[in-house]
């Protein structure tokens, strides 16, 4: 090995950042000494090539007895000044300086023997084995640029140099935290045998990691490959629209016209009602209009006489009919539900509904009948999640608490801020774990089959995911309105 490459020239571009550049490089090294500590403990330690001593300045800073040596009399030089009387000018090749302690707890050695030749590094690895029971060790197994490494090598190569020396390489620790191909050595006495055993639990484990990871890539083409025909069906989808897009603009284009046309033909119309006023206005003017007047009161009071009298009153026998009809529920018919539920309930799991219910000062009684109507639901699996907007009236709190406290299907959210009806919907909706979500007002009501029904038609229709169904509103204390049949 050459010291008299190592100059400020050598570390004025070294690794492509000046060695100089203390807020790079010391916390990085920060960052090793910690996981230094924290994995071995150590009470002294040996920093070979420690260059501006870094490493040893982090880890003395941080209670441990560290020493450095190095080839460089510049970098040693370089090293804080409070630091410097604990490295060494000295090479791996010779004996340790007299002023250092010749025996660790920790040898560490970062990317220096691929700065020596083959017969070099031999020795470089019989000294470092001779210094203490463990090494941790990097060595660059490619960068084959930098003018100053004469032996680059793979870690198998610096592995079985440790081994001659009674070293082995751990399988289980690896400081990548230095350098992906970090390796740590131990001395060892182990038997071919122990060896052998703890290679293959490695070896075994290393393989089932792989296979792992071959199942996980396959798994990600699969995905890949779905998203690639999803893509290509979503490309087919926006060309569908792009045409349809240019078909819309033509059509636009020709309405664009016709309303130009029509626009035209008001513009005329309205010219000639205009015209039709005036003479209108002429007539009722005239001489013959006034002396006709008292025929046409005459011809007015004879229609008016026999015209038949109708009532504009409203009427709700015909709802009341259709009520009786298909949404009367009797005894019967509940045990029918009943059946019915049970049936959804030993063949399959039956959808739990949420109920959402944002609350804001309704007429206590009100809320009552819409809270009491979901809990006479024939339909059991639902659960009411009710989100109070800070309501004025204290009685709507107590009373949705005390519900609470009665049916742990009801949950409820007392909001501490009104946000008006689009929070409170989505507070109450946060409650939900249903597989479905109801709207409710707080002065609606249910009747006691509604939910039955709208499970049915979850049951009947697997794969849809929205239901909407019918309402009837209270126009007033007697009188209903029917907004028509279901939709699914």
Same mark, same amino acid.
Request: overall charge negative; charged content about 25%; glycine content about 4%.
């Given at each position: ?12 571009? %070294? ?112 000294? +470092? ?65 122990? +060896?052998?055993?703890? %290679? ?78 005036? !003479? ?25 006489? &026999? ?52 609350? %804001? ?16 639901? +024939? ?8 989100? #109070? ?14 519900? !609470? ?37 707080? #002065?609606?009501? +249910?009747?006691?089959?509604? &939910? %039955?029904?709208? !499970?049915? !038609? ?31």
């Amino acid at each position: 090995m050459d010291k008299t490459i190592y100059t400020q020239a050598y570390y004025a571009k %070294y690794s492509g950042v000046a060695y100089s550049n203390k807020e790079f490089w010391t916390p990085i090294f920060e960052k090793i000494a910690d996981r230094i500590i924290e994995d071995f403990h150590p009470t002294t330690t040996l920093d070979v090539g420690c260059a501006w001593g870094y490493l040893v300045a982090a880890l003395r800073d941080r209670g441990v007895r560290a020493y450095g040596v190095d080839i460089s009399e510049y970098a040693i030089k370089n090293v804080r000044e409070d630091i410097r009387q604990f490295c060494a000018v000295g090479s791996v090749i010779e004996p340790l300086p007299e002023a250092l302690p010749q025996s660790y707890d920790l040898i560490t050695c970062i990317e220096v023997l691929e700065h020596m030749d083959e017969a070099e590094g031999v020795v470089a690895i019989k000294n +470092l084995c001779g210094y203490g029971d463990k090494i941790i060790f990097t060595s660059s197994p490619d960068d084959i640029m930098d003018q100053t490494h004469c032996n680059v090598q793979q870690t198998e190569y610096w592995s079985k140099h440790f081994a001659q020396n009674g070293f082995m390489r751990s399988l289980i620790y690896i400081p990548d935290y230095i350098a992906p191909y970090g390796a740590f050595f131990q001395k060892t006495d182990i038997s071919i045998p122990k +060896l052998v055993d703890i %290679y293959e639990r490695q070896l075994r484990i290393t393989i089932a990691n792989l296979n792992l990871a071959r199942n996980s890539c396959a798994s990600l083409q699969n995905e890949l490959n779905i998203s690639r025909d999803s893509c290509a069906s979503l490309q087919n989808e926006l060309n569908v629209s792009r045409d349809s897009c240019v078909v819309l603009q033509c059509d636009l284009n020709t309405k664009q016209e016709e309303l130009t046309n029509t626009l035209e033909e008001l513009a005329s119309c309205r010219f000639a009602l205009s015209s039709a006023e005036g !003479a209108i206005n002429a007539f009722t003017h005239s001489t013959f209009w006034r002396m006709t007047k008292p025929l046409r009161a005459v011809c007015d009071f004879v229609k008016s006489f &026999l015209s038949p009298k109708t009532s504009g009153a409203p009427t709700t026998s015909k709802y009341a009919e259709w009520i009786a009809l298909y949404d009367t529920i009797d005894d019967e018919k509940r045990r029918a539900i009943g059946e019915a539920i049970k049936k959804m309930e030993v063949n399959s799991q039956p959808p739990l509904i949420s109920v959402v219910m944002p609350v %804001y000062n309704p007429p206590v009684h009100i809320l009552r009948e819409a809270i009491d109507s979901v809990i006479k639901q +024939l339909y059991p699996h639902w659960e009411l999640c009710v989100a #109070d907007d800070v309501s004025p009236n204290p009685e709507i709190r107590d009373m949705l608490s005390r519900y !609470a406290a009665k049916d742990k299907r009801i949950k409820i959210c007392l909001r501490n801020e009104n946000g008006h009806i689009s929070e409170a919907s989505n507070s109450a909706l946060g409650l939900a774990t249903g597989d479905f979500v109801a709207l409710l007002d707080h #002065d609606d009501v +249910l009747p006691e089959n509604a &939910l %039955y029904e709208v !499970a049915r !038609a979850i049951m009947e229709n697997p794969n849809a995911s929205l239901f909407y169904s019918d309402e009837d509103r209270f126009l007033c204390a007697c009188l209903w309105r029917h907004t028509g049949s279901a939709y699914l």
